[in-house]
């Protein structure tokens, strides 16, 4: 997707802070960051929402959550905890429509997830 802001970090073209990445998934810091640690994961394939994913993808999904633990490791939050969230369209509150998943961690970030 050529106007996509994430495809374009993930091809390079634009510059992101980026702490991890493999063959399927990259993960760089938000922006905007809500928490002391606030890390966006994301496929580096065009998926624009979690509605959007197939059954193609069930390895890709695992893999995030796979890279997520490695990079609550390297951010220094695995041992404490963390939370990983995705906003699904609309209502969810999503924002850039390619798929991404928040950690959020580095606080206590309370028991209920917010709404
Ligand atoms: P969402 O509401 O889940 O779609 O959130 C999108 C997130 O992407 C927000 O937390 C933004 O701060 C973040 N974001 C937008 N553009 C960039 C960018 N160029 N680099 C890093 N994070 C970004
Ligand atoms: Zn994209």
Do not use: W
Request: with cysteine; aromatic share 6%.
């Amino acid at each position: 997707m050529s106007d996509c802001i994430f495809c374009k970090i993930v091809n390079k073209e634009i510059p992101a802070e980026i702490v991890y990445e493999d063959d399927q998934v990259m993960a760089f810091k938000d922006i905007n960051p809500v928490t002391p640690v606030h890390i966006l994961l994301i496929p580096k394939k065009h998926i624009s929402d979690l509605t959007a994913i197939t059954e193609e993808d069930k390895e890709l999904i695992g893999q995030i959550h796979i890279a997520a633990v490695k990079v609550a490791e390297k951010m220094g939050v695995a041992e404490d905890g963390f939370r990983l969230v995705n906003n699904c369209k609309e209502h969810g509150g999503q924002v850039v429509f390619h798929l991404h998943f928040h950690l959020l961690g580095g606080k206590h970030l309370g028991t209920k997830p917010p709404a």
